[in-house]
């Protein structure tokens, strides 16, 4: 007798959206219209209440920005380690920036099989969030060596600043609020957080060894730069689907506190990075969240109930019950990534 297996295709495939009309709309117009972004707004909700993943296209990065940026990583991450561990996360303190080796960073306690840097918005000495001694806030660690990296680094982080701005009027409209939602009482002076990432060769291909093992992001929103290797899964209704990489797109997904404010609605989806290539896989996360001294509260929302199924998540922790500021909430997970950092943000 032979058992047909049957797969539930509707969830096999991350939703593509092209968003040029949202874009096209901010750079033109302060003011939003919403019967101009209908349509967008309609895919984006679809796409969160359904994946919590989407790629975006029409976006208006600039292409030759992006291949700049991967030439330069790719340059940097070549190096010997002794080099690169001239900008090591230790060197920044509380900023938490800098570059970490192999195996440095944990997901639920396990090493990472890659490499990276920690960057994000840059602060002068100066500041006053920077003198007051806020964690995650403060100057980038760059190699000097390396011409226009500072620069390259800095433009893209300008550039995925206003696409955040964008995505997150487009996610207000999504659920049935003005554009600027987000901003007045969240984002209007977000907390940037920017990775770069590289994954070895993996020389024995082998799935018990994730470039990084299931999770979810913190914040709102994640806009992720990938190159052309993939690796990338998303945990669908239906299982693991792969999300390859799509010239010139990036792919979204939302994060913990974007779950929260909706109660549910739209989830914070699992995903993890199997690297099974025989050569170097390049990432670029770009997390657009929460001002870090803001308390993060539920949206009322009409006809929804509460999604707050421990056993769906990869942690069984519940983003519902949590109370208090993103940055609460964002330090007591980081300090699980690098343990023998913690000391220098808490």
């Known amino acids: 007798m032979t058992v047909l297996q049957i797969v539930d295709k509707k969830f096999s495939q991350v939703p593509i959206i092209d968003i040029s009309a949202l874009v096209d709309q901010t750079k033109n117009s302060s003011v939003i219209k919403p019967q101009d972004c209908h349509l967008v707004a309609e895919q984006i909700?679809?796409?969160?209440?359904?994946?919590?993943?989407?790629?975006?296209?029409?976006?208006?990065?600039?292409?030759?920005?992006?291949?700049?940026?991967e030439q330069l990583s790719q340059q940097?991450?070549?190096?010997?380690?002794?080099?690169?561990l001239k900008i090591r996360m230790a060197l920044g303190g509380r900023a938490w920036r800098g570059y970490f080796p192999v195996g440095n960073e944990l997901t639920?306690?396990?090493?990472?099989?890659?490499?990276?840097?920690?960057?994000?918005?840059?602060l002068a000495e100066n500041h006053p969030l920077v003198q007051a001694g806020?964690?995650?806030?403060?100057?980038?660690?760059?190699?000097?060596?390396i011409?226009?990296?500072?620069?390259?680094?800095?433009?893209?982080?300008?550039?995925m600043t206003q696409l955040g701005h964008t995505l997150m009027a487009g996610i207000a409209l999504s659920l049935g609020l003005e554009p600027s939602y987000f901003a007045d009482r969240y984002t209007k002076d977000p907390l940037i957080?920017?990775?770069?990432?590289?994954?070895?060769p993996n020389s024995t291909s082998s799935q018990s060894d994730w470039g990084v093992g299931e999770h979810t992001d913190y914040g709102v929103l994640t806009i992720l730069k990938q190159d052309n290797i993939g690796g990338l899964q998303v945990?669908?209704?239906?299982?693991?689907?792969?999300?390859?990489?799509?010239?010139?797109?990036?792919?979204?997904?939302?994060?913990?506190?974007l779950d929260r404010m909706t109660q549910g609605l739209y989830r914070s989806t699992p995903h993890r990075v199997l690297n099974s290539s025989t050569s170097n896989r390049l990432s670029f996360p770009f997390f657009f969240d929460p001002n870090f001294n803001v308390e993060v509260k539920p949206i009322?929302?009409?006809?929804?109930?509460?999604?707050?199924?421990?056993?769906?998540?990869?942690?069984?922790?519940?983003?519902?019950?949590?109370?208090?500021?993103?940055?609460?909430?964002?330090?007591?997970?980081?300090?699980?990534?690098?343990?023998?950092?913690?000391?220098?943000v808490l």
């Open 147 to 159: 011409p226009q990296f500072r620069e390259t680094v800095l433009e893209y982080i300008d550039s």
């Open 193 to 200: 957080l920017f990775r770069i990432f590289n994954y070895p």
């Open 300 to 344: 009322e929302l009409k006809d929804v109930v509460v999604n707050d199924d421990k056993s769906d998540r990869w942690d069984k922790a519940s983003v519902h019950e949590f109370r208090g500021t993103y940055g609460e909430y964002l330090l007591n997970k980081v300090s699980k990534v690098f343990p023998e950092l913690r000391q220098t």
């Open 235 to 257: 945990k669908s209704k239906s299982g693991w689907i792969d999300a390859a990489p799509i010239p010139n797109s990036f792919v979204c997904n939302i994060g913990d506190m």
């Open 45 to 69: 909700r679809q796409a969160c209440e359904d994946y919590g993943f989407f790629y975006i296209v029409g976006h208006g990065v600039d292409e030759q920005l992006q291949q700049n940026l």
């Open 134 to 145: 806020l964690p995650m806030h403060g100057r980038n660690l760059f190699p000097e060596n």
């Open 108 to 122: 639920s306690g396990k090493p990472d099989l890659k490499e990276g840097i920690y960057l994000g918005a840059e």
């Open 76 to 84: 940097f991450f070549a190096q010997d380690v002794d080099t690169k």
